[in-house]
């Protein structure tokens, strides 16, 4: 070796080794870093700090500078650091879910959400009287998730489901993230890409449907049901390669057409131009192979699917029914070489809506196929009745439809990338896509959009990926590691955004919370709770021994009057229920002035027919002492 | 792996290097604890007694804080990993996590079971799980350690 050779590469070495070495040292300790500065933060965090932007208000900068951290130091795991442990990937991911999906949890005192707290109060009943009420809520009619519940409750000794419902999501994300990833794993042909489309996923989780709920639940059947159809029954190569070559002897039998040299010849400039943007042949042409299995296996895999997805119909109205749109795609687009089996899934589907939904759909027909095939009253539903509120609430609605968008449009801008590369994977995108058809199919009006979201973001992550590094190794990889962070980052600071915007009255307060107690400890059984708003943590318990009235949102300058019929209607006596919370749901949702609850408690005061018995930390309760007309 | 450095093994086209680490390919058999040795045993053991064990606690009414976790965990995982296992899949997690998704679905049909046939309670429901959960167990155990099967991606199609 001479002196110039040594020259030239000892440098190089010395360059590269020291900051591999550093990351060596500081990508395994980084999480737990990152942990800890990061429960600081969140546990510094005040809540009564959090205004109309929701937590996103009270937030400190250390939990911000920790994520930035966090996330720069996974991109350089997966892009740069040889020999990286997965483990190592996987403490990042977890402390992410941890710090993102916990944040409410590490800041509030009480579990966040009213209807979680619902949902408690149906596997209350379950577990107390081990019957279901269909007539009193729909829900009761797909009664797995809360019987599930019940019995995990009493067995481990709990009083109630109470003490799972803050950390909920974050147990429910990991189970998903890791779905993701071996979905992801099923479909892409590189280590590197699950990594990356989980990493995507956490944040771009915003909708908030992972807290204690069957729709939580029945999104890792969904997944389950998914990964062992995109893991083991695909089609092989030689397969689709058969049938390629079958169905182009059949074109060009029928059709011939002219040479090659011809058509170039011919090729004007606007055709130029489209061939620059153009889909190549051969887009398809490195799908994932099927793993291997014998037929034992795959029978028992198939069982797996469909007790899984009887589950989930015993559990829920909607994901059985997304399930068996993107199974029915898969097999349209010959990507599932199971094809009997969407047959078999509506089947049982229809089965349990025939037979064991009767009490509900009996009297609610209308209720639960009246929106099927209106596509224009759920658009209305979904974009014009949901856009209101107040100023912050708005910005938070246009951040989510914001990233809403932004997620398609890359993930579509990601599948004609991949496509170009001839990497596409027809698969994945039949299931990004499949979830659209529910707007055609199904009775949730607006909140449909949300679920059209979830159901097709961990296929929209792996295109979007696929847009940002479309084959490893990476060309230009200081530059895709670049665009992955400043992506991730976006997406983290809007996913604090959609996800906690409505924080101000999704978060339950202790006041509110010591005034149900008091009223469930003193109200006779029969009696009615009335309330303003349905935004109240009641019907945690004793569901069937009161009857409960939220007026709504259409309670307008003849609130008194419309609170006292509401009161006077049973005769065994009713509670008028004001508290705190109810007052920032129709000032931020609703779009109410500031002070309106003040200003209904001062009517009321001065009707003179209500009389006040218990008043403590922003929560009044009153009974009706003297009905209008009554002398 | 451990004598080179980095620099060295990105030279030597070190990207296939990286692959292999972080996501060992599908024909490299993980020890998936199939192959007869002792943890194929502790495993069985561990999904066999740790119902019985969680019985224990739930009918001896041991305080929340003692059962919670071991209640959770059992009806979440075991029932489900317990069949799941039959099936001798070489990828562990993907394993677990069929086995959590598996174990989730049959406690909400045991739960829903119970409440269509008017015969609720709590230890009854448990009981069920860990009937289901053993019931394999106990045919692993007959059946013996056998060889994992192949999850290596198809290259023939062939998925007999």
Redesign the interface.
Known sequence: MTSSTRLRTAP??RR??RP??LL?VALPATPAFVLVIGIIALRSTNADDIRSLGLVDALPTQLYIALALLTATFIAAVFS??????VVLVAHIAVFIVLLHGAAAFVEPLPRFVPAWLHVGFADY??R????LPELDARFSW???F??A???T?????GDALPLLAWTPVVFNL?YA??VH?VA?AVAG???T??LAVWFFIPANWVGQDYFSPQG?NY??Y??VL??LL?WFR?????RARRRFGRRARTEAAAPTAPASVRRLTLGPVRRAFRLVSIPRGALRHE????????T??A??IG?AL??F???T??HQLTPTAILVSVTMLVAVRRC?ARTLPVLLLVILLGYISY?TVAYWAGHLHDMLGSVGQLSHTVNAGIGERTRGDRGHLIVLQVRQLLAVGIWTLAGLGAWRLMRARRGDLAVMALAGAPFLLLFAQSYGGEVFLRIYTFSLPFMVVLAVGLLVPV??VRRPLLAAAMVFVLSIGLTGAFLVARYGNESFERVLPGDVEAVDWLYANAAPGSTFVALTSNVPWRARDIEQYRYTPLGEDLGPDSVPAIERAMAANPRGAYLLLTTGQYVWGESFYGKPPGWGASIEQEIDTSGHFQLIYARHGGKIYILTKPRGER | MAELSIGDEVRRGGIDRIRLRLVPPNDQATTSGNDGGWLWYGLLLLLLLSGPAVLVLVVFDAPSWVRAVPVFAYIGVVPGLAWIRLLRLTDRFTEILLGIGLSLAIGVLVAQLMIYLHAWTSTLGLSMLVAIASLPVLVDLYLGPRPDRSTARSDSGDTS
């Open positions: 190089e070495t590269w080794d591999q070495a060596a650091a040889p020999g990286v442990r997965p379950i577990a009287t081990g019957e279901t009664p797995g998730f019987a599930l019940a019995m995990a009493r067995a481990a000794g709990l189970l890791a779905l071996r794993r590189d280590a590197r699950p990594w639940l890792v059947f997944l389950v990964l062992v893991a089609p092989s190569s030689i397969e994932a192979e099927p793993l291997a299995a014998g037929r296996t795959l028992s895999l797996v007790l899984v009887m589950a989930s015993a559990s070489s064991l490893w190794p």
